[in-house]
């Protein structure tokens, strides 16, 4: 990139401003030999200013390093009269003072942003080479390093935010001037000042701000190339980092290019490299990339067993994976299984509050959601919610993500209102502390939307699932899992407002997407047929409907077993098209059995409970048990005003003749 000059007044004037001494005349010569240049004129007028050199020896001196450097004035990115200039300054430092020199030669492999004076202060031992390490242990040197790199105008020193920074060029000419050795030297040395710098949990708030200002410095220097384990360290935070900062795809980025690289530096079975790689599985799987994340998760957990052992904290991380990795697969009974074989040795080798076992909590309790066992999964969320705002704070991402899972469980228990209150209340929290577009806040918001739904407020349940559906495709993408997810909320928003057409086209593309995406016998991928079912009935479709619930419950009965929220719903449903159909025998049937199934499962005043009793109460009426159906009706009535007060819209269809069609919104895998 070529630099704009200066007209030569220009160039003169700034010289005079710092050297009122020097002649126009002699100014004139000086912005000649320095191309009129801005930077190389700033720099003169600085050094003319700091020397006092006489100018005549100071043009002599530009004009020989002009001669020295013109074999690089070729480059489009090398202007030489700046370079010149810049070289007079460094060889002054190092006459001066060599390791003021060899700090900038540091910093230069770093980015040409603000470096925090934080990352020299570390009283770590670096052996970078034992006259910096000595200056390194020595404030009053440090301070006159920095003094005398600023004096020479080589960079600038911002005292309120306690930075330093280099221009590009600076570092350009720096770097040129040094060997491929010393290069290597001083790079390394930018590593070990870098990671003498981490703040180390990754997932603080409060450490956000210094990862921040490593970052661009971490990708400048290359880190991941670096052979000290510190160093690789920081590298694996950064990853962590830009998870919890909500950069899905950026962390995805990185870890990828970390893994790629230390695969050609380190042993297999190294532990570095294993954490690294299961950052990437992690952020795989959170993006929808299952069949990579499992692949990897299995890999790193026989390596770990073979290496550590069955209960070492990184061999149960790898397990906590796996499980859940089984639980996006919708083999929810081995997630669980796996889960609780994790949690339960981390529990006695760790104790309850160790920040692993809290982990292996949250992972156990999604599963046993995953699973329908919706009390086990509140009790279990509790317990981790209080420990984890315990040990981590009230608005930690960790924190606040186990949070979104105890209303879950609450909403999924049954408890459709005091689950609607705490969400509102959550998703406050967690868009105060996160921002409005963070992962963990998209998920409240998806959260919320049902919740709000599920209590009756369906006009704001619809307004904040699209907002949300439309921020999760742009962030994350439409096949994102959450993206899909959000989009089969909305399209059971779409029904309850009417709108048949648009509910049936996002549900039709919920199911294709679910089909691609996880397998055409995913219990989710069914899930999504029977959606797509109620809508085709609501709209005359009724051999349609009847064959993908019909498809769904076969598949749901099989992988999940008879008594499974989700194949309780999908039956509650298929009883509708068999009564749609005119079969209210079949349809009585299959609701009594659903029903007494739900009862035992979720409580016999579950919202979904009675639903089906409802739809049962009608079943009983159209095959001419008027009475009994009628009392039946009247006690579901009342019971669903106790549970979801008297106002909620399921009243009001029940008392105006409708079937209750019964929805499972997915969970996140």
């Given at each position: 990139m070529?630099?704009?000059v200066?007209?030569r ?8 401003k710092r050297?009122?001494e ?7 010569r ?9 930077l190389?004129i700033?720099q ?6 700091t020397?006092?050199?006489p100018v ?7 004009t ?10 070729h480059?489009?990115?090398?202007e030489v ?12 430092l190092d006459q001066?003072n ?12 770093m980015a040409?942003?603000p ?8 009283p770590r031992?670096?052996n970078i080479s ?6 390194l ?11 005398q ?6 960079a ?6 306690q ?16 060997s ?6 001083m790079?390394h ?7 003498g710098?981490?703040?180390?949990n ?5 450490q ?10 971490v ?13 690789r ?6 990853v962590?980092?830009l ?7 950026g ?7 970390v893994?790629?690289?230390?695969r050609?530096?380190?042993a ?11 950052w990437l ?13 499992a692949?990897i ?9 073979a290496?550590v ?8 991380d ?11 697969a919708?083999?929810?009974a081995?997630?669980v299984?796996?889960?609780s ?11 309850p ?5 809290l982990t292996t909590a ?7 959601r ?11 969320d509790?317990?981790?919610?209080r420990?984890?705002?315990a ?8 924190s606040l993500?186990?949070q ?8 999924e228990?049954?408890e ?6 705490q969400?509102e209340l959550?998703?406050?929290r ?7 577009s963070?992962?963990i806040?998209?998920?409240?918001a998806?959260?919320l939307?049902?919740?709000r739904?599920?209590?009756?407020d ?12 439309d ?9 994102s899992?959450e993206a ?11 029904r ?9 086209e ?12 996880l397998?055409?016998?995913h ?11 109620i ?8 051999d349609a409907?009847?064959?993908h ?6 598949g749901?009965?099989?992988?999940l ?17 068999l009564?749609?159909a005119?079969?209210h ?6 609701d009594a ?13 579950h ?5 089906c009793?409802?739809?049962y ?13 009628n009392?039946r ?11 979801l007060g008297?106002?909620h ?13 019964c929805?499972?919104d997915?969970?996140?895998l």
């Open positions: 070529k630099i704009g200066f007209e007044a220009e160039s003169i004037a700034l010289l005079l050297n009122p020097m002649s126009v005349e002699d100014a004139g000086l912005a000649e030999v320095l191309d009129d240049l801005p190389a700033g003169a007028a600085s050094w003319l200013a020397t006092e050199m005549a020896q100071y043009m002599n001196l530009l020989r390093k002009r001669r020295e450097l013109g074999e690089l004035a480059r489009e990115d090398y009269a700046v370079a010149a200039a810049w070289t007079v300054a460094l060889e002054r001066e060599p390791v003021a020199l060899q700090l900038l030669q540091a910093c230069s492999f040409p942003e470096i925090s004076l934080e990352l020299f202060l570390t031992n670096f034992p006259e910096m390490d000595a200056t242990q020595n404030p009053s040197r440090l301070n006159l390093a920095f003094r790199i600023e004096r020479y105008g080589l600038r020193t911002d005292y309120r935010e930075t330093i920074q280099l221009h590009r060029l600076v570092r350009n000419v720096v770097i040129d001037q040094l491929a050795d010393d290069q290597e030297e790079r040395a930018a590593h070990l000042l870098l990671a710098g981490n703040p180390g990754a997932g603080g708030a409060a956000w701000p210094r990862f921040h200002a490593l970052l661009p410095h990708f400048a220097s290359n880190i991941i190339d670096c052979e000290d384990e510190w160093a360290q920081l590298a694996i935070d950064i962590g980092f998870f919890f900062l909500g950069d899905q795809r962390c995805r980025e990185y870890a990828l290019k893994v790629d690289r230390w050609t530096m380190l297999p079975e190294d532990p570095q490299i294993l954490k690294a790689a299961r599985a992690f952020v795989e799987r959170q993006l929808g990339n299952f069949a990579a994340a692949a998760n299995a890999d790193c957990l026989e390596k770990l067993r290496s052992g069955h209960d070492d904290e990184e061999t149960l790898a397990m906590i994976l796996v499980a859940d990795d089984r639980r996006a919708g083999d929810f081995g997630a299984r796996l889960g074989e994790a949690y339960e040795i981390s529990n006695r080798v760790f104790g509050d160790y920040p692993h076992t949250h992972s156990l309790g999604a599963s046993l995953a699973a329908g066992d919706f009390r086990t999964a509140l009790q279990q509790m317990d981790t919610v420990r984890r705002v040990v981590l704070g009230p608005d930690h991402p960790l993500l186990t979104n899972g105890l209303t879950l469980d609450l909403r228990y049954g459709y209102i005091e689950a609607h209150k969400q959550l998703y406050e967690t868009h105060r502390a996160l921002g409005p963070h992962p806040t998209l998920l409240a998806r959260n939307a049902v919740a739904r599920r209590a009756g369906q006009t704001a349940a619809r307004k904040l699932a699209k907002e949300t559906m921020v999760l495709r742009t962030m994350s993408g439409e096949l899992p899909i997810a959000c989009a089969l909320d909305y399209a059971v928003d779409l309850e407002n009417d709108q048949l057409d648009d509910a049936k996002l549900a039709e593309q919920t199911w294709h997407e679910y089909r691609d995406k397998r055409p016998d219990p989710y991928t069914l899930y999504a047929r029977t959606n797509l079912g809508v085709l009935r609501l709209l005359g479709e009724a409907a009847r064959d619930d019909s498809a769904a419950y076969a749901l009965r099989e992988s077993g008879p008594d499974h929220v989700l194949t309780l719903t999908c039956a509650t449903n298929l009883a509708s098209d009564a749609a005119g079969d025998a079949a349809a009585l049937d299959l059995d659903t029903m007494t199934r739900s009862e035992r499962m979720l409580g016999p005043e919202p979904s409970t009675l639903a009793s409802l739809n109460a009608f079943d009983l009426i159209g095959v001419g048990r008027a009475e009994e159906g009392q009706f009247n006690a579901v009535v009342d019971a669903y005003r106790r549970v008297r106002e819209p399921a009243i009001a269809a029940a008392l105006a003749g409708e079937r209750a069609n929805d499972v997915p969970m996140p």
